[in-house]
DNA sequence: TCTAAACCTTACACCAAGGATAAAGTCAAC
DNA sequence: GTTGACTTTATCCTTGGTGTAAGGTTTAGA
């Protein structure tokens, strides 16, 4: 059986000869001879199994240098250990990967809204299931001081909130509550920021649930319209009498990337639920 | 509103001083005012919703230049796009981690057996699942011609294994097959070999399925004890007329990370399903 | 007023796991 | 002997930053 040069071992293996090269340096796999004159890799079929086992190592999430300290102490122990290490990081590759997925799907559902909702900014009802949420009370009325205000208490709000390591992926579903007996006496106090959090995550001080129900909701484009927005929601609440149960939440949709002005371009809805 | 520093921007958006200069220079979040003498970086706390949205689309999976590019054509449909992309992109990744997941589980599994396997190479009866196999008829005998030939055997089975698109990851447990008139005929003879596949994939011309039932196993360890541990396990079965039922599967069930000198180290179970 | 801490700047090296490319040397077949 | 396929080393590039060095400025406290 001849010997193999660095093409034919590539080849053979499925991976290039620049890999070859790399393992060859780090100390990964060496060709069994060298000529010593030209630099020419040869490489004996059998170690085929070195690869083998590289590759699969690989597959299981090592990187080179564990997979080399795995060849280097030839011990069992260690290698099964790395096996539930990887374990354990694969689940939590695996959260965060649904984090991402139900977060993109959010923001897909978010579109969808967006472009069916309607434009005029006239109260609509809608039934929606129970949310959860991460709430901040920041003790300064977003409503009073205006954006620069408003950024100063989402910072506030993402430090709490990277604080319990909720993942970051959320940080674009927020809003803000006003609470009942502010809403009732027409009043636009809302101290409070949340950021919408999956179901999973246990209720506690900061994470409340906002209930199934019908609701009131109004949909407005731009900051600027959400005050606007608010008071419409109110006279048409008052004016038909509804009983309005809970808190007046205002919802950030969906947010579009902007870099021309700091503006922030921003779709809500607001909503507060109602009991005929 | 005063402007911010580059520090303190960093400390209420949790980012580091670095991550904010790296952003200027591939021009995705530029300060708002640059001191032209001391090179100064100045924010305003608005672009903190940039900040926002980077950090949103970073756990989305989207890099820094598909962000930017996002940011310059605010183009809605473009980041839309994207989001499907993401959300494939995502599946994919899952797949994959689904598949390593298992890996391990299977390694793991693999050397739990492996140390409770009997050593002394007596038969011994096991019930086993189905499982499912891809399986690669070289046309040569893997136990003619000594390791250099096997090895020559697995790179064939390993190329039209990655031409099916099989992960990787799969390529630790394999074995070859002694078909059933082989084995009656006490003939060492295995022209194919396979590898172990999860039950997802259909079985076609190369799939197929090693049935459930009651098999007499024989454990060794080593490649030069295969051979041996072959022999032993068809004596055991001839003398005691047990019936047997389809074919004989020698299976690596673990193989151990080596370097010193170049030969595979392996623990074999070799199995034949009979029926009383 | 002195000193130290806390800022800030630019510039460079480094990580993992190769990919891409160039310039030059080697091998084997015809 | 020539050609073409193959190999060598060497260097730079990728991604998304982290870390360090060497130096400048501002601020607070004693």
Redesign the interface.
């Known amino acids: ?1 001849e010997k193999l040069t660095i093409g034919k071992m590539a080849r ?3 991976i290039t000869e620049q890999t070859l090269r790399l393992y060859d340096k780090i100390n990964l ?1 060496q060709p ?1 001879e060298v000529n010593p004159d030209t630099g020419y890799r040869y490489y ?7 690869l ?2 590289i ?7 090592m990187n080179l240098t564990q ?1 080399r300290e ?3 102490n ?1 011990n ?1 122990e260690q ?2 250990e790395v ?2 290490m ?2 354990h990081n ?2 939590q ?2 959260e965060d ?5 139900k ?3 959010r ?2 559902e978010g ?1 969808k809204r967006y472009e069916v909702a309607p434009r005029e900014e006239t109260p609509v009802f809608e039934y929606q299931k129970a949310r959860r949420i991460f709430c901040y009370d920041t003790k300064i009325n977003a409503y009073s001081y205006g ?2 205000y408003y ?2 208490v ?2 506030a709000l ?2 709490n909130y ?1 604080l319990h390591h909720f ?3 959320y ?2 579903n927020v809003g803000s509550i006003i609470r009942h007996d502010y809403f009732m006496r027409r009043d636009l106090m809302a101290t409070e920021v949340f950021v919408f959090i999956d179901d999973e995550f246990k209720t506690s001080d900061s994470v409340e649930i906002i209930p199934e129900g019908m609701y009131v909701c109004l949909y407005c484009d731009g900051f600027n319209r959400e005050e606007e927005g608010l008071k419409k929601l109110m006279d048409y609440i008052f004016t038909h009498k509804y009983k309005v149960v809970g808190d007046c939440i205002s919802e950030i949709l969906v ?6 002005n ?3 371009k921003a779709f809500f809805k607001l909503q507060v639920m109602i009991k005929r």
């Not at 004996?44 to 070195?50: E, L, S, T």
């Not at 590759?55 to 999430?61: D, P, T, V």
């Not at 990967?97 to 997925?101: D, I, P, T, V």
């Not at 947010?255 to 021309?260: A, C, D, H, K």
């Open positions: 059986m053979i293996n499925g796999i069994c004996h079929i059998k170690q085929c199994a070195q083998d086992m590759q699969y190592m690989k597959a299981l999430g997979i795995c060849f280097e030839q069992i290698f099964k096996l539930h990887q374990k694969i689940d590759q695996m990967l649904k984090h991402a997925a977060t993109i799907d923001a897909i579109y954006m620069e950024e100063q989402l910072r993402k430090k990277v993942p970051m992926s940080f674009c947010e579009l990337p902007t870099s021309s700091y503006d922030r």
